[in-house]
């Protein structure tokens, strides 16, 4: 696959678009430095994110910033010696030629901060969900795109998209062809709980959204940053646990994992970003004085 931007983003008026399609995002931690960068652009329906009584209060909230409410498809590079890749975007596609869900943007993105494919060392999906793990596989061949990387998955996430095949909206062929090629070379590790899969960067099960969907902790030196992948869709939502996503598998699930979220990030501090957090902001939790 070229890193030559292709597809319909291409000369798209949301390309550039510092909130959506164009977001680049330095966030530092400790020593190192997270980069997160977008491959495209989520047009936010007004019932996507809210409460059964007001399923329109995300959008609204975000439309009072931001105009027209766009959102990043947030893919976020650790580099170093063994460079990890958190998600993969949507790649070079229209969602059903809807123009609501438009990507292709990852690969230039990439390759402007001098990164290959082939150097990506670690290759880890907060889920599978086609805006998150769309550019796995090269969409004419099935290959895959980081040939060289050990891909992390949660198992639930693996059973349900790939073996069981029991997703609404299933992943793309390409995509699971190249899960599967991936697998048969034995680069895919399935993850249950909490573990370490590279330097600085913890795998944390944060299931509900979908059945084995990860949150990544990326620490150094004291500091951390939780990669929220869609545990959460907007940094207002962490004051606002009860807005939930209409694509949620499981509900009430998912509201316990943004309350475990919230919770740790209240006791011990760190900044958190969503894959569709505008602009790729990094957002926080105040911590509460004892007896406030």
């Known amino acids: 696959m070229s890193a030559d931007l292709t597809g319909p983003l291409r000369g798209h008026r949301l390309l550039h678009d ?17 980069l997160g960068l977008s491959d495209g652009f989520l047009l936010m329906s ?17 439309r009072q910033r931001y105009g027209e409410v766009r959102l990043p498809l947030g893919c976020f590079l650790l580099p170093g010696e063994r ?67 050990r891909t992390f998955v ?20 390409h995509t699971r062809a190249a899960l599967l090629e991936l697998e048969r070379r034995g680069q895919v590790t399935l993850i249950d709980g909490e573990r370490d899969i590279a330097p600085g960067v913890r795998a944390i099960a944060a299931p509900g959204h979908t059945p084995g ?49 919230h919770a740790d990030l209240e006791a011990h501090g760190g900044g958190a970003v969503g894959c569709h957090f505008p602009e790729l902001l990094l957002a926080r939790v105040l911590t509460r004085k004892p007896g406030a």
């Open 18 to 34: 510092p909130i959506s399609a164009g977001a680049l995002r330095r966030i530092p931690v400790g020593d190192r430095t997270l």
């Open 46 to 62: 007004r019932d996507f994110l809210g409460t059964a009584e007001a399923p329109a209060i995300g959008h609204d909230t975000l």
């Open 83 to 149: 460079p990890v890749l958190i998600d993969t975007g949507l790649g070079a596609d229209d969602f059903r030629r809807g123009g609501r869900l438009v990507g292709g943007n990852l690969l230039p993105q990439l390759a402007r901060q001098g990164v290959r494919p082939d150097d990506v060392s670690v290759l880890a999906l907060s889920h599978l969900h086609g805006d998150h793990s769309g550019t796995v596989g090269d969409p004419l061949t099935g290959r895959p795109v980081f040939a060289n990387a």
């Open 154 to 173: 949660g198992r639930g996430d693996w059973e349900h998209f790939v073996e069981r095949e029991l997703a609404p909206i299933p992943i793309a062929p």
């Open 213 to 261: 969907h990860t949150v990544y902790a990326v620490h150094d030196h004291g500091e951390r940053v939780l990669v929220l992948g869609d545990a959460m869709h907007c940094p207002q939502q962490l004051d606002h646990l009860d807005w939930q996503v209409t694509f949620d598998v499981d509900p009430v699930l998912a509201r316990q994992t943004r309350d475990r979220l």
